[in-house]
């Protein structure tokens, strides 16, 4: 769970270093900028406070596993996948759709689905400093 894995970057020796910055190039988090943008997670927060929390936690963890564990991207992001969706759903993990907005060039649908038939659509304009412009999270 989230305690669990804030725990463990928290205990470790090493750290870990995540920027928290407003960047039109960083969707909700990057792995190669080492960034959080706030700005993005404001808007899962206006939506869900627990799929904010779980952003929060994936980003980090994510970090985690790159900078101190030495893992690449792929296997940082899956161990994250894990976690967030734990926050989210209670276990499993989640399975992503990208679409593209038809007539929009810059902007994509992201459907992110996760057990317990919890959905979670979000919009991305990448002209757009604060990239996520619309959140909606169904529930069974």
């Known amino acids: 769970d989230a305690r669990a ?3 463990t970057v928290l205990e470790s020796d090493k750290v ?5 910055e407003n960047k039109k190039e960083v969707i909700v988090g990057s792995w190669a900028l080492q960034t959080i943008d706030p700005s993005d997670i404001a808007v899962f927060a ?26 690449n991207y792929d ?21 992503e759709t990208i679409e ?7 902007k994509e649908k992201n459907i992110y689905e996760y057990q317990g038939g919890i959905t979670i659509i979000w919009y991305v ?12 999270v169904a529930r069974p």
Do not use: C, M, W
């Open 5 to 7: 894995a804030i725990g």
């Open 16 to 20: 870990t270093a995540v920027a928290a």
């Open 46 to 71: 206006a939506a869900d406070e627990r799929f904010a929390a779980a952003a929060i936690v994936h980003e980090i963890y994510e970090q985690y596993n790159g900078q101190v564990l030495g893992k």
């Open 75 to 95: 296997d940082s992001h899956a161990a994250a996948i894990v976690v967030e969706a734990r926050i989210v759903a209670g276990g499993g993990t989640r399975t």
């Open 100 to 106: 593209p907005i038809p007539g929009e060039p810059n």
């Open 125 to 136: 304009d990448f002209d757009n400093p604060t990239n996520i412009y619309s959140i909606a």
